[in-house]
């Protein structure tokens, strides 16, 4: 597992920590690359809004592998915030009347292979999965 602060500087340690646990478990690579993006959109996520008042929150990032599936939880004392009820940015649209915000987690929903939201006793707890595949 990681503790760190939820700071955007923080992320290449967040990436090379998933990368060095991924490969010490024998994850694909491209299995690896899903997950990574996925989780480069949720840590900046959580940088970004959980801790408005603060620039010291902890996030928390535990990791297992159980069979062929990766996981990586996400673990946050922030605001409560569901990002999987957030409506999928309509893409398609013209960029100029787009409505900004959203892409970060339907890119991360799009690379995970299942993405999970819990919230329990005041802390969001965020879970993606990949499958060990090609």
């Known amino acids: 597992s990681l503790i760190t602060t939820a700071v ?8 090379e920590f998933l990368t060095q646990d991924m490969t010490r478990n024998g994850i694909h690579p491209a299995a690896q690359f899903r997950l990574i993006t996925a989780a480069e959109e949720i840590f900046a996520n ?3 809004y959980a801790y408005p008042n603060t620039s010291n929150g902890r996030v928390d990032i535990i990791t297992n592998t159980i069979n062929d599936t990766y996981s990586a939880v996400f673990i946050d004392g922030g ?9 999928d940015p309509v ?3 013209d960029f100029k009347h787009r409505k900004i915000g959203g892409l970060g987690i339907y890119i991360a929903k799009k690379f995970a292979d299942e993405i ?4 329990d006793n005041n802390h969001n707890i965020l879970k ?6 090609p």
């Open 8 to 15: 955007n500087e923080n992320l290449a340690q967040v990436i």
């Open 46 to 48: 959580i940088a970004s």
């Open 79 to 87: 605001q409560k915030y569901n990002p999987l009820k957030r409506k």
């Open 91 to 93: 893409i398609t649209e």
């Open 116 to 119: 999970e939201y819990f919230y």
């Open 128 to 133: 993606i999965k990949v499958i060990n595949k």
